[in-house]
């Protein structure tokens, strides 16, 4: 369950941004700190473009970075989003983290384009990589693989097509 009880978790403990989206009901679930003390939260994927736009009206108006990796073999697929706040002379800008976790038979996001359009390319490499279906994003189609490839090949269960010698191996 990824919704925020505010029993289990400490309001003083949590990051600014999870007590915001806590007091607005937004359905989201702390996950601590990085090693530079930037705020993680994961959301779920169905909820992930309507709790987008709450941080981007809250301040994050720069997608710094969009990723994706795939969590365990057989596991989950998921997507990161490094958001940023930037300001006019800031020297140190707020971040967040936000984790998209998805299931590898269905990974479907929606895109985020339409809020910051620096996702466009980040989420095209995730679909292309990854496989992750990217909802409404406008042009989702492969940029660093051939479109003829054949599935996903940053994934950790993935076979490389024709390539007898590494299957055969063990």
């Given at each position: ?67 994706a990796?795939?969590a ?38 929606p ?53 007898y ?6």
């Open positions: 369950m990824n919704t925020v009880d505010k029993n289990k978790f400490n309001l003083d403990t949590r990051g600014r941004l999870s007590v915001w989206l806590t007091k607005r009901k937004f359905s989201h679930r702390p996950l601590g700190y990085d090693y530079r003390g930037v705020e993680i939260l994961q959301v779920k994927s169905e909820e992930w473009l309507s709790i987008a736009v709450a941080p981007y009206a809250y301040g994050f108006n720069y997608l710094r970075s969009q990723c990796y795939d365990t073999p057989g596991g989950s697929l998921v997507s990161v989003y490094h958001l940023t706040q930037m300001q006019d002379h800031s020297d140190q800008p707020e971040e967040i983290c936000v984790k998209v976790f998805v299931s590898r038979t269905n990974p479907q996001i895109s985020v384009y339409w809020v910051w359009k620096s996702a466009d390319f980040q989420e095209r490499e995730s679909y292309d990589m990854l496989g992750i279906i990217h909802r409404g994003h406008p042009s989702l189609k492969r940029i660093l693989m051939p479109e003829s490839w054949i599935g996903w090949p940053l994934r950790k269960d993935y076979v490389v097509p024709n390539f010698e590494l299957q055969d191996a063990y």
